[in-house]
Nanobody
Framework: QVQLVESGGGLVQPGGSLSLSCAAS????????MGWYRQSPGKQRELVAA?????????VDSVKARFTISRNNAKNTVTVYLQMISLKPEDTATYYC??????????WGQGTQVTVSS
């Protein structure tokens, strides 16, 4: 099994910055793609940014040039980061870390709240 633990998030003013981290443990050799997703009340969960095991990235258009996803593959853990700048009120959501594994299905973290408000 794979466990994901997120950290970061919080309240920030429009135009501000935040960083999120997600540490994966367990069967990390089974992980290939990882990503950050977000969900607002009444909306579907959407992919924000993703990164492959080789470091290729892709972003939803609304966050391009503002968000950066990165990944650190260590011996016993994999950590994925999301650096967010120039935050907007519409970025407010619960952000989830997701990991695609060869074990089947996507594993999810518990989610962390990001609120952009003055």
């Amino acid at each position: 099994q794979v466990q994901l633990v997120e950290s970061g998030g919080g309240l920030v003013q429009p135009g501000g910055s935040l960083s999120l981290s997600c540490a994966a443990s367990g069967s990390i050799a089974s992980i290939y793609n990882m990503g950050w997703y977000r969900q607002s009340p009444g909306k579907q969960r959407e992919l924000v940014a993703a990164i492959t095991s080789l470091g290729s990235t892709n972003y939803v258009d609304s966050v391009k040039a503002r968000f950066t996803i990165s990944r650190n593959n260590a011996k016993n853990t994999v950590t994925v980061y999301l650096q967010m700048i120039s935050l907007k009120p519409e970025d407010t959501a619960t952000y989830y870390c997701g990991a695609d594994t060869t074990l089947g299905g996507r594993r999810w973290g518990q989610g962390t709240q990001v609120t952009v408000s003055s």
